[in-house]
């Protein structure tokens, strides 16, 4: 089975702030990966797929990079509604889901 | 607009049965794989089980398999899943997920319904 391992876990940020979220898979996936947001009693949310193409309706501060085994969620100028817990998801082999990073108010 | 709707969780003593069911509106529900996701209280995503668009291929995680069985009826428009053997740490909420491609063996999820949730517990 693929493993996925994001870090960090939590990440603490402020306003304005850029953040990177790391994901590794345990063997390639190519670029079959998916970012996820979660806010709390809340469904997740589909962000970007195919570890570059943004979701429709998603701002454009969020991108997303990498291929094979090393992936990047991106945030540019954080906004307040940016605050959850951020997941990764291969589907290259069935599907996994990283351990997720949450982001918190600094 | 796509909408899912999840039902069936509830309260079940170890080694009991449930069956969860997923209505699905605002798209060709018979084109598109489907998943089960889980989350236990506290705790991240776990991809459960997942079924093509057909119905012809299903996986399972390890952590499910020969307990659980996914399924659908595209004349509904439903998803199901049945849990049998249930153990504590089955306890999660339950989503329902609509992947972008009709293939199970490579399922993301672009749309989620609000969850139900499964209580294993004596």
């Known amino acids: 089975d693929i493993q996925m391992t994001q870090s960090p876990s939590t990440l603490s940020a402020s306003v304005g702030d850029r953040v990177t979220i790391t994901c590794r898979a345990s063997q390639s996936i190519s670029s079959w990966l998916a970012w996820y947001q979660q806010k709390p009693g809340k469904a997740p949310k589909l962000l970007i797929h195919?570890?570059?193409s943004l979701e429709s309706g998603v701002p454009s501060r969020f991108s997303g990079s990498g291929s094979g085994t090393e992936f990047t969620l991106t945030i540019n100028s954080l906004q307040p509604d940016d605050f959850a817990i951020y997941y990764c998801?291969?589907?290259?082999?069935?599907?996994?889901f990283g351990g997720g990073t949450k982001v918190e108010i600094k | 607009e796509v909408q899912l709707l999840e039902s069936g969780g509830g309260l079940v003593q170890p080694g009991g049965s449930l069956r969860l069911s997923c209505a699905a509106s605002g798209f060709t529900f018979s084109s598109f794989a489907m998943s089960w996701v889980r989350q236990a209280p506290g705790k991240g995503l776990e991809w459960v089980s997942g079924i093509s668009g057909g119905g012809d291929s299903t996986y399972h995680a390890n952590s499910v398999k020969g307990r659980f069985t996914i399924s659908r009826d595209n004349s509904k428009n439903t998803l199901f899943l049945q849990m049998n053997s249930l153990r504590a740490e089955d306890t999660a909420v339950y989503y329902c997920a609509k992947g972008s491609y009709s293939t199970a063996s490579r399922i993301n999820m672009d749309a989620w319904g609000k969850g139900t949730t499964v209580t294993v517990s004596s």
């Open positions: 195919k570890a570059s």
């Open positions: 998801q291969q589907y290259n082999s069935y599907s996994a």
